[in-house]
């Protein structure tokens, strides 16, 4: 039987079979022997071991369309990186990082801002223009008053995401109203396995319906960009990839230079400056690392 992994922990880990139901699988011990560690989202062939307990063995991965470090993860279709539009403020710097970390993964994003009750309109135009500028989808909705949800469920429908950002935004909450059935799956798991069923500590997936799964992960709340060169930052920002071109001179960093195609961009509304200004201070950070 094939199905996919939808959480893992202190060496079980639990499948979604292609007949529907969760199966509780140990991996084959070759798998360590060959230093494969199976990851939640992966595709795998499982043996049955008893239909009744739904028990089995996981017998192979199949191949990964991709891998992440954080959160330990495989085959993500998207992302969906949530903030809250108030209470706590949206911190734009850490949501930048986090397009930029997926970006290096080539693995499309679409942002959501969850208490969008609590800002008013003309603050929402200006968040959307910052980022729907820069190529990315953008979503307000209120989990508490069930607003805008239509549309994140469009958003989600046939594809595997993982749901990300910091803690307290409201991601548990917004995966309760998705998939109803999800709190009670938890706590089931829950108890088998010792754990309380409220604070996320592990990647785990929640099926929305055939095709359409949910991974809810740990909250972060800061995210390192270190490895990127500070001239190779300006190829993360999609919309300064577009007008790069006009650059004067070749191998711009968009900083000090004159006749910047980036910043005449900004200058005339084609880059949002709340954008820009996130560049400069990652750029003046990655430019402080020592390297050697």
């Not at 942002?111 to 953008?138: D, P």
């Not at 711009?252 to 004159?258: D, I, K, N, S």
């Amino acid at each position: 039987m094939t199905g996919k992994i939808i959480k893992g922990i202190a060496g079980f880990y639990y499948v979604h079979g292609e007949d529907g139901g969760i199966y509780e699988c140990k991996a084959k011990g070759s798998f360590r022997k060959e230093g494969i560690k199976p990851l939640v989202g992966d595709n795998v062939r499982l043996c049955v071991l008893d239909k009744e307990k739904m028990l089995g063995n996981l017998e192979e991965i199949l191949p990964r369309k991709n891998e992440l470090i954080r959160p330990a993860s495989a085959n993500i279709s998207q992302a969906l990186v949530v903030f809250a539009a108030a209470k706590p403020e949206p911190n734009f710097n850490l949501l930048d990082r986090f397009l930029i970390y997926m970006g290096r993964k080539q693995i499309p994003v679409q942002i959501g801002f969850n208490k969008c009750e609590l800002i008013e309109e003309q603050r929402k135009k200006e968040i959307e223009n910052a980022y729907t500028l820069a190529g990315y989808s953008v979503h307000f909705f209120s989990v508490k008053e069930q607003t805008g949800l239509e549309q994140v469920k469009e958003a989600l429908n046939g594809k595997t995401t993982a749901l990300a950002g910091p803690s307290g935004v409201g991601k548990s909450s917004l995966i309760n109203i998705l998939c109803p059935r999800a709190e009670m799956k938890t706590g089931d798991v829950s108890r088998k396995i010792e754990r309380g069923k409220h604070t996320t500590r592990h990647a785990e997936l929640f099926v929305l319906n055939e095709g359409t799964y949910v991974m809810d992960t740990p909250g972060f709340s800061s995210l390192y960009i270190n490895e990127i060169l500070p001239q190779e930052l300006w190829r993360y920002y999609p919309e300064m990839k577009l007008v790069e071109k006009e650059c004067r001179f070749a191998g711009c960093c968009h900083m000090e230079e004159p006749d910047c195609g980036v910043k005449e961009a900004v200058a005339c509304g084609e880059i949002a400056g709340e954008r820009y200004e996130s560049y400069r201070k990652l750029y003046t950070e990655l430019n402080s690392i020592k390297r050697y």
